[in-house]
């Protein structure tokens, strides 16, 4: 029948996307094969994000592991770098590919005179396509052969607890943080800390608002019920001194519970020069939040307003490539607590016009032999004529992100962080202009930001905004 796929035709079609899978992996599994690795871990490759979590013994993939790709990965046994006998392929969409690498040996001989040259050719050979199921390495394989299963980011629940602002209608706070964290597999615990119809950029909102002493109710039935841990915690906009300090105790108690817990905030205190909260919340940010905080987002003003020093913008400063200013500020946000610094927007002259805003970014890696290394970064991000709600709460939650499946690559990771943004970004201000009709201007409500059309962007953006390393 027309329009309907057989079985058959369906397990045909995977077969060849997996096919075309097989040989990105075998390309990947290949890459700088000459290192001497040895043990069991996770090894990432820094040109494809991928990851492969098995053993090496000396510089080879060998016994049972896992290739790990953005939407996909392979499950089975490993010899001499290569994926032997049986295993499987498992679909983000929810099935799995079964089926037997084989190996053959072949030689070449390029001139009569020469000694053959052994190859390994190494094939796919499919068998059924089934739903998703747990894997265990086959039994066949040696015991000491068998590393410890080291589970994925969509099977090892990692956890973040967001306390931020909830809307019925549009994105803002939890709204635009949830969605894109669980698109890119993190599981979220929301407390909202204000719930509104709407953000207050309509010309009409109500809703109700939670309180130190109601966050605290909401965490200690977490505690009672032992299911208080998490990897991160992740916070935004809040106009409550005594709220932002209840969070603060949150995070060292978290912290305690477990010391690697990663805290990202975005410092909400103002933009421009002015700020747009009680300025009785600006010593809690920086006396208090900003020291327990492991990656904070601030914008320039939030930025000078923390460290209180000025970021020149004189056009000179940017032409003699003078950044002294702007890495003095990052350093002293970094000797306050953070690790990781984005400043998000700043005022600074763009090389490329007055159409782009220049972002930053630096970073303290955590080097073998215990140094830290600092890596800074530069950006320069299109400006969108328009005033979007919820962008911060998205960036943070793209950054967390980003940072977590990148660990090692900052760069990579702020440049997947911005791309998301440009995309959703130019879909929101593009469906918004054709709601509003030519020579009008959008409304608070058509601004909304494009989330869940932009899903495709979330999980898998193409770079389109590329950092420059200083």
């Known amino acids: 029948m027309k329009g309907i796929e057989t079985k058959k035709e369906r ?39 991928s990851k492969y979590v098995g053993t090496w ?71 059924k396509v089934t739903s998703l199921a747990v894997w265990t390495p086959p039994e066949n394989i040696p015991l000491e052969e068998k590393p410890a299963r080291l589970k994925t980011l ?105 010391p690697n817990l990663v805290y990202v905030c975005d410092p909400v205190l103002g933009d421009h020069g002015s700020m747009y909260v009680p300025e009785n919340l600006y010593p809690v940010y920086k006396e208090k939040v900003v020291p327990v905080a492991d990656i904070i987002t601030p914008n320039q003003f939030e930025a000078e307003l923390l460290t209180g020093r000025k970021i020149s913008t004189e056009k000179e400063a940017l032409e003699s490539e003078d950044l002294s200013i702007v890495f003095q500020v990052m350093d002293v946000l970094h000797s306050m607590g953070p690790d990781t610094v984005v400043i998000t927007s700043s005022d600074l002259p763009s090389s490329l016009g007055e159409n782009y805003l220049i972002a930053l970014g630096s970073h303290l890696q955590i080097k073998r032999d215990g140094t830290k290394e600092k890596q800074r970064i530069r950006m320069e991000i299109p400006k969108v004529d328009a005033v979007f709600v919820g962008t911060g709460d998205l960036f943070a939650a793209v950054l967390l992100s980003w940072t977590h499946l990148h660990p090692n690559d900052f760069k990579m990771a702020c440049e997947k962080t911005f791309s998301v943004m440009h995309h959703v970004l130019q879909r929101t201000i593009s469906c918004a202009k054709a709601m509003a009709g030519p020579g009008n201007k959008p409304s608070a409500s058509q601004l909304e930001l494009r989330m869940v059309q932009s899903k495709k962007d979330i999980e898998n953006p193409e770079i389109v905004i590329h950092a420059t390393v200083l």
Request: proline letters at 1%; a negative charge.
């Open 11 to 49: 397990g045909t079609a995977m077969e060849r996307q997996f096919s075309r899978m097989v040989t990105h992996m075998k390309d990947t599994t290949k890459e700088e094969s000459g290192l001497e690795r040895h043990g069991q871990g996770v090894y990432t490759y820094s040109e494809t994000g």
């Open 57 to 127: 013994k000396n510089g080879r993939q060998e016994g049972s592991g896992e290739m790990i790709h953005l939407n996909h990965r392979y499950l089975g046994n490993y010899q001499t770098n290569n994926p032997s006998g049986p295993g499987k392929y498992v679909f983000d969409i929810g099935c799995e590919q079964h089926g037997v690498y084989e190996q053959k040996e072949q030689e070449k001989n390029d001139g009569e005179e020469e000694e053959a040259i052994s190859i390994i050719s190494v094939n796919w050979k499919a068998d």
């Open 154 to 258: 969509s099977e090892m629940e990692c956890r973040v607890l967001s306390i931020q602002s909830h809307v019925v209608r549009g994105y803002v706070g939890n709204k635009s943080a949830s969605f894109p964290l669980q698109v890119l597999g993190f599981e979220v615990d929301s407390v909202n800390s204000v719930q509104f119809c709407n953000h207050t950029g309509y010309a009409h909102w109500k809703g109700q608002v939670l309180t130190a002493d109601e966050l605290h109710v909401l965490y200690e039935g977490l505690k009672l019920n032992n299911v208080n841990h998490y990897d991160y915690v992740l916070t935004g906009y809040t106009r409550d001194t005594s709220f932002l300090e209840m969070v603060v105790d949150i995070v060292q108690e978290l912290k305690r519970e477990n």
